[in-house]
């Protein structure tokens, strides 16, 4: 099973005050506790978690420590897959398709799409319902 790892999700992981923190850790824990195979995110999302954690918790140390583990560190339980230049463009065009009035995606979002579509994943874990319709979501 594939499991593609949304930013809000690693997010909730480690802000204690984040209204899906307590869901997060139950998901992590059920994920691990049946030994799913990969979890893999995108380096966008990389990106948007830790600019989150600084605009959130105004660049506190301790925050971007937890997410140094998180990412880099003895807490690590996913894979980060690098993007080759080309797939960018693809992702821009998995945008193109899925973004409408009624559904604002962002490109980070995209790359998720893109991800789960590319190694024909089994869910996105993730707590924006935006993903639905496009990719089965769990939350």
């Not at 003895?74 to 821009?92: A, D, N, T």
Request: with cysteine; glycine share 0%.
């Amino acid at each position: 099973m594939t499991i593609v790892l949304d930013s809000n999700f690693l997010f909730a992981l480690k802000a204690k005050r984040d209204k899906n923190h307590d869901r997060s850790l139950e998901i992590l824990n059920e994920i691990k506790k049946n030994n799913e195979k990969l979890k893999i995110t995108t380096y966008p999302v990389l990106n948007e978690t830790i600019t989150l954690a600084i605009s959130r918790y105004k660049a506190n140390l301790h925050y971007l420590d937890e997410l140094y583990r998180l990412f880099w560190g003895e807490e690590k339980f996913f894979q980060l897959i690098p993007l080759i230049p080309s797939e960018y463009e693809e992702v821009f065009h998995t945008l193109k398709k899925y973004c409408t009035p009624k559904r604002l995606l962002s490109f980070v979002d995209a790359s998720l799409i893109y991800l789960y579509e590319k190694h024909n994943a089994d869910y996105i874990l993730s707590f924006d319902s935006h993903f639905d319709h496009i990719a089965k979501r769990l939350f």
